[in-house]
């Protein structure tokens, strides 16, 4: 679309909007952080109602730079905050290290029903390495529910997607998760679609350990599920998950991984925080080749203190086929969901930038 046509296109919206109603986009300002969180203000104020229709925020490319402000709050419901590209948009915080908690310094704070992330990245900018024994500083801090995250990018250390709704639910496609510590950790059942996970170095001299997922399973039956994800790998060795609390559920599936040598003997850590009832599995993991490296059998002994209970790690396939999308979201079906919000946030890209 030319300028001139796109330009006379959006007066044409504008116009007939003002005569007959409301706007289904607010734009925000290029690499200006207060227009991002009034448009975000805008949005909470008009998405009151649990039952408003789909507001999008559309962001250029640019720097939207918080700088130490946390917690910034998503309290509308259908609000959908569009990127440009998920490279070229990046909001980011900076909290200050003696202020590091993991429900302290998020850079969002969603407790909405029906937020939709799509073309952007998170970014919490923690100074993590100074931060001492802990450094938790979240990207996106989850207490809503049927959240959706398209082609969105989070990058911090520890704790940095938080989904912290018991009952929530949640769904990834095509996202990008970096960090060190529990980098994945909460409640609710979330499915990460063909994501790439990546573990930063545990420390800076890329000694230690880091574990991707701590999950504290309370009232849902599925937990995490990593459907057809790759886990890239800075330097230091990982695991798959621990236990936080509760029955804690995290199963990847059908997983490449590009430095399979880096993943420890146990797979999983069999040291639990405040449970041994933890429900791990995998199925089909592979190499970068794609060869099926998933052990015959992988039998843990999960601890806590001088309790522990024995789990089969190892999913056969009858066992992984009941992972299904329809079957972990009955009456939500968030995939067809990102079809019909991708048309429409790509059509007001090709409209407003």
């Known amino acids: 679309m030319t300028n001139k046509k796109k330009w006379f296109s959006l007066l044409l919206l504008l116009s007939f909007s003002e005569a007959h109603a409301q706007t289904d986009f607010i734009r925000v300002t290029a690499n200006d952080a207060e227009s991002l969180l009034s448009a975000i203000e805008q949005a909470n104020k008009q998405n009151k109602d649990s039952t408003a229709s789909r507001l999008y925020i559309m962001v250029p490319n640019g720097t939207y730079d918080l700088n130490n402000r946390v917690l910034t709050k998503i309290t509308g419901h259908n609000i959908a905050i569009v990127g440009q590209s998920m490279r070229g948009t990046v909001i980011v915080n900076k909290p200050a290290v003696e202020n590091e908690g993991i429900s302290k310094t998020a850079t ?10 799509q073309d952007l990245t998170l970014k919490n900018a923690l100074e993590y390495y100074k931060s001492g024994a802990a450094g938790r500083a979240v990207c996106l801090q989850d207490k809503g529910t049927r959240t959706i995250c398209k082609n969105v990018c989070m990058l911090s250390y520890q704790d940095t997607y938080y989904t912290d709704n018991e009952q929530g639910q949640s769904y990834l496609e095509n996202s990008e998760i970096h960090g060190t510590v529990d980098f994945i950790c ?16 545990r420390n800076r001299d890329g000694s230690g350990r880091n574990v991707i997922a701590a999950p504290r399973t309370v009232g849902t039956l599925w937990g995490y599920v990593f459907e057809s994800c790759t886990v890239y790998n800075r330097q230091s060795d990982f695991a798959w998950a621990r236990g936080w609390k509760e029955q804690p559920h995290c199963t990847w599936l059908n997983t490449k991984l590009m430095s399979p040598e880096k993943l420890t003997k146990e797979r999983f850590d069999p040291k639990g925080m405040r449970t041994i009832d933890s429900r791990f599995h995998e199925f089909h993991t592979m190499d970068v ?4 490296i998933t052990p015959e059998t992988n039998v843990l002994n999960f601890t806590l203190d001088k309790d522990s209970k024995e789990f089969q790690t190892v999913y056969t396939a009858e066992e992984a086929a009941r992972y299904k999308l329809e079957e972990i979201f009955p009456g939500w079906r968030p995939e067809k969901m990102v079809r019909k919000m991708t048309k429409r946030a790509e059509w007001l890209k090709r409209l407003l930038f």
């Open 108 to 117: 969002l704070l969603n407790r909405s029903t029906g937020l939709y992330l």
């Open 186 to 201: 909460g409640a609710g059942d979330t499915y990460f679609n063909r994501c790439t996970i990546v573990t930063e170095r």
């Open 289 to 292: 080749s794609g060869k099926d």
